[in-house]
């Protein structure tokens, strides 16, 4: 009677042991020359990949609990890579490459616990490259890179918890590059680059807590440079490189806490502003139309205002 109890104990470990360590897997492939990869290290990690068409590439890893990946690259999908890295807990990484999409290239990259990450390079989508890396908590990044989007190059970087990010380059987006990285807690950023946008150029770098900063660069917007810098808390800064802008360079650098900055160039070619803000609790506000204009605020201390207006 005791051994067949030892037995029964025995039994239930086991049976519990392997239902804990339940990681799920689906791959479903068509076409010719399709490569999928699924690694997963774990308890109740889910994986689905599903290719199409031929010549696509997919590979997964996971490392950890309740993490969920998903892969999509169908219909007309040509040549297009996708890789979801994942270590820790309830992260989640969705990627899909379809619609006529070839040659995309999307990775994503994520450690601790409760991230969260999209990338859609679909509708006539060629060459484009997408990379996400997370490392934190509740972390969440989206990049959409779609609708007539060509050679585009889309990079966010996060480090600390609850930050969020997002990257659209849509609606004849050629040729731009898209840069975020964000070191701290609860920081947002944004960068647009739609709507007939052309080889330009934004990046936004963030260290602190609780920062805000927004680039546009749309609506016949070509060769143009925008640049935002915030150290501290509570900043606050946008770009709006929009409506048939070119050629035209905004920078903007605030240290400090609560400082705000707002630079706009449009109807314009050959536009340069310039912000630096050091101090606390700042204000400027900068706006150009026509060509060739020059603007340069610099701010130290705190309270300080400035507002710039120039045209032709």
Same mark, same amino acid.
């Given at each position: 009677?005791?051994?067949?109890? +030892?037995?029964? !104990? ?5 049976? *519990? ?11 479903? $492939? ?8 699924? #690694?997963?290290?774990? !308890? ?28 999509? $690259? ?12 994942? &270590? /820790? ?16 290239? @999307? ?47 889309? *990079?966010? #970087? ?5 930050? %969020?990010? /997002? ?10 590059? @898209? %840069? ?24 936004? *770098? ?36 929009? +409506? %048939? ?18 630079? #706009? ?13 050091? =101090? ?7 706006? $150009?139309?026509?060509?060739?204009? *020059?603007?340069?605020?610099?701010? &130290?201390?705190?309270?300080? =205002? ?7």
């Amino acid at each position: 009677m005791k051994k067949n109890v +030892f037995f029964a !104990a025995a039994f239930i470990l086991v049976a *519990t042991g392997a239902m804990a360590q339940s990681n799920t897997s689906t791959v479903d $492939q068509a076409g010719r020359r399709q490569e999928a990869t699924v #690694t997963q290290n774990g !308890a109740s990690n889910a994986s689905n990949v599903e290719q199409r068409n031929r010549d696509n590439s997919a590979t997964v890893f996971q490392n950890g609990s309740s993490n969920q990946s998903e892969i999509l $690259q169908i219909q007309r999908a040509i040549n297009n890579t996708a890789s979801a890295t994942q &270590m /820790g807990d309830d992260n989640t990484a969705i990627q899909h490459q379809g619609g006529d999409a070839k040659a995309n290239r @999307a990775e994503i990259m994520q450690s601790g616990d409760r991230n969260s990450a999209e990338q859609y390079q679909t509708y006539n989508s060629y060459e484009n490259t997408a990379s996400i890396s997370q490392s934190g908590e509740d972390n969440a990044a989206i990049q959409v890179q779609s609708f007539t989007s060509a050679n585009n190059s889309a *990079t966010i #970087t996060q480090v600390g918890d609850a930050n %969020i990010a /997002g990257q659209t380059q849509t609606n004849i987006s050629l040729g731009n590059t @898209a %840069i975020i990285s964000q070191d701290g807690s609860t920081n947002t950023a944004s960068q647009n680059q739609n709507d007939i946008s052309a080889f330009n150029s934004a990046t936004i *770098t963030q260290v602190g807590n609780l920062n805000d900063a927004s680039q546009f660069q749309e609506a016949l917007s070509g060769a143009n440079t925008a640049v935002i810098t915030q150290n501290g808390d509570f900043n606050y800064a946008v770009q709006d490189q929009s +409506f %048939i802008s070119g050629l035209n360079e905004a920078s903007m650098t605030q240290s400090g806490e609560g400082n705000n900055g707002f630079q #706009t160039q449009t109807l314009g070619a050959d536009l340069t502003a310039t912000l630096t803000q050091t =101090g606390n609790s700042n204000f400027s506000d900068q706006y $150009q139309t026509g060509n060739g204009h *020059t603007t340069t605020v610099s701010q &130290m201390g705190n309270n300080n =205002g400035a507002i710039v207006t120039q045209g032709n």
